[in-house]
């Protein structure tokens, strides 16, 4: 609002020139008289004196009118009223007038000290109406009847955007313009029931609340508007008073709280533990969530007003007294295992916790009941399954233990039995082979000394008795070798397998070039293996292509290796299929990217004749002991099975593809030996 004059008057000042005036006035005055009266002629005694006074009072209040009200009594008496010189008065009239002059003026003079110092009072009132009214929180706006608006204080003047008093609208249509005003839920309000119109219609209101908003700018805000008005004489309204108090935050605020209050609510009825609060004086249940009543049986109406102890939490009255006591000292407890009754006898065990909490400067107790029954149940549960564990543990401890021994005590016995049936075979092979010895013997001696005595069949008997000997002497032989392979503990070391294939090319005389064609196509690795093992396998297999053949037929054997080992073949692959690859021969299948797996370390040595082949339903039964599919050849049935046993004991496989009139490829595959290159010429 605007501030008009001083706030305060300045006291000293105006009486000291009030006292000034009494003294200067009033010699001015008599001399005044006098001059008149020697001009113009005889005039009132004390017309001069009277302004003096007057003037005296206005400016210094009591006590300079009473000082010019003296000094001009006391210089009409001596100076003006007859006999002049003298403090005498010689007429009545005189003394008359006189004293009516002292009281006059007296008068004025007090009446001046009670006027003075209510207009100081005034001003000082009005001085600090204006301090209010300009820093108040509050807006304040003032107009007349009529629409004119006649001030803004500070906080009217930042809650509208201005920055001076200049900017103001004068007139009403003219915040209008600059104005929107809606009511809260977004409604434009017409302007006849604008706050500031109802206030000049004289319309008196609190509390009003709209939405205001700048349209320049979009600056906006919410107030609480209230209205009234100054009475003139007549009861019309003379001035207009609007108060708004910005309660934009305030609905901001109320407006979170409300939307807090909703989520609180909605969790405090959703949650799945219970929820109690309780008044922290009389100890009794204010509210309940759902959740309890479910888990009681009881309705809210059932819950509210009762103590703990009432509805089953606690043992009784003391045992809940004494927890509150404990809660109000220590702000919460804690019950991790709290047997809890329903309504219906049911017995739920629950975790109870209890808090104090502020709430708008109350206290109010909060419990939270968490339903641990089935936790309980399955901790029990679990317990006993732990403990069955334990249990089934320590019986199986037992029962492997008792197994172990019995392991230990049936491998000992099988050790032992083992041992002695090779000892016993071992025996029985070597004292069978005297008895052949002795049979081939003298069957030898009866031919030579009494051929010619005998008759041709006893002789062929004969014959067939040594030859008989001989097939049962090897067969002994063969057996002694695979039980030897059998006890024997295998030494593996790298061995070069192109220099003893060749060494046994040359040192035996059924594989010299005279009776087979044999040649090696590649060179042979160096593989980890037990040189006497693989002398064994090789002389098998060589001995086998050499000797399965078509008879008058010269035996072609072809040597070859390759690195790695094949993919199986996809189903429904056979050997024909191999033929039809690689015409009539049956040559070697060389090794491609596509046939050969990527495990590194391994290489496979293959032995292909083009004997009589086997078929394929003996594939796998010839590598079994005792074995001779075609009788018409000599042989004990034990060499191939010799081999499997030699090659699995060197960590190695075996494997044979062939069909009947196209030869047989016999291969086997070991381990190369660490730092050597696949073949070694």
Known sequence: MKRKGQLYPRPATGLATGYVVAVGGTAAAALLRWVLCNTVGEIPAFITFYPVVLVSAALGGRGPGLLATFLSALAAACFLIEPRGQLAIAHVADAVGLAIFIAINVAISLLSGRFRLARQATLSASAQLEAIIANMTDALVACDPQGNVLGFNPAALRLHGFSTEAQVPKALDEFHQLFEVTDLGGQPRPIETWPLSRAIRGEVFTDQEVRVRRRDTGQEFIGSFSGTVVPGQDRSTTLAIVTIRDITRHNRLEAALRASEVRYRRLFEAARDGVLLLDIHSQKITDANPFMFDLLGYTHEDLVGKELWEIGFLKDAETSHAAFDRLAREGRIRYEDLPLQTRTGEVREVEFVSNVYDEGGRSVIQCNIRDITRRKQTERQRAQAEEAVRAARTELARANAELEQNVRNRTARLQETIAELEHFSYTITHDMR??????????????????????????????????????????????????????????????????????????????????????????LPVVLGNQAGLTQCFSNLLGNAVKFVHPGQTPEVRVWAEAGTREPEPEGQGESDRQADTGDSPGPCPPTPDRLSPLAGRVRIWFEDKGIGIEKEYHDKIWEMFQQLNRSYEGTGIGLALVRKVVERMGGEVGVESEPGHGSRFWVELKRAEGQPGTNP
């Open 434 to 523: 005297a008895p052949l010895r002795a049979m081939r013997g003298l069957g030898g001696l009866l031919l030579e000394e009494c051929s010619e005595c005998l008759h041709p069949t006893r002789r062929e008997y004969i014959r067939r008795i040594a030859e008989a000997a001989d097939r049962m002497d090897r067969l002994i032989t063969d057996a002694l070798q695979y039980s030897g392979v059998v006890r024997q503990q295998f030494v593996l070391v790298p061995v070069d397998a192109g220099a003893l294939l060749r060494g046994m090319l040359e040192s035996y005389p059924e594989l010299q070039p005279a009776h087979a064609n044999i040649r090696i196509d590649t060179a």
